[in-house]
Nanobody, 116 residues
Framework: QVQLVESGGGLVQPGGSLRLSCVAS????????MSWYRQAPGKERELVAT????????NYADSVKGRFTISRERSKNTVYLQMNSLKPEDTAVYYC?????????WGQGTQVTVSS
């Protein structure tokens, strides 16, 4: 059974930091490209960051470049999103995604709220 379980969301003040985690199971984690997406109320889901299967290449949305860092830990089947200098506009539900060829898996999401 494929599972992607996100954690680490919460309420944080502007300028603060959070680290999201996504633990994968039920598939060969090391062969999948992993991504984080987010969806704010009333908006479409958008791609935040991607890391290739071997972790050699990362890409980021312009809105988070220099503030967010995606990484993966093969031994723990986990992908992370380190979020620094958070802004109110980063408020959204953050989703973990795994893709390989025709296979495409999603987590249930974790809420991040940036507010004073």
């Amino acid at each position: 059974q494929v599972q992607l379980v996100e954690s680490g969301g919460g309420l944080v003040q502007p300028g603060g930091s959070l680290r999201l985690s996504c633990v994968a199971s039920g598939f060969t984690f090391s062969t999948y490209t992993m991504s984080w997406y987010r969806q704010a109320p009333g908006k479409e889901r958008e791609l935040v960051a991607t890391i290739t299967n071997a972790g050699r290449t990362t890409n980021y949305a312009d809105s988070v470049k220099g503030r967010f860092t995606i990484s993966r830990e093969r031994s723990k089947n986990t992908v992370y999103l380190q979020m620094n200098s958070l802004k109110p506009e980063d408020t959204a539900v953050y989703y973990c995604n795994a893709v390989r060829l025709v296979w495409d898996y999603w987590g249930q999401g974790t809420q991040v709220t940036v507010s004073s």
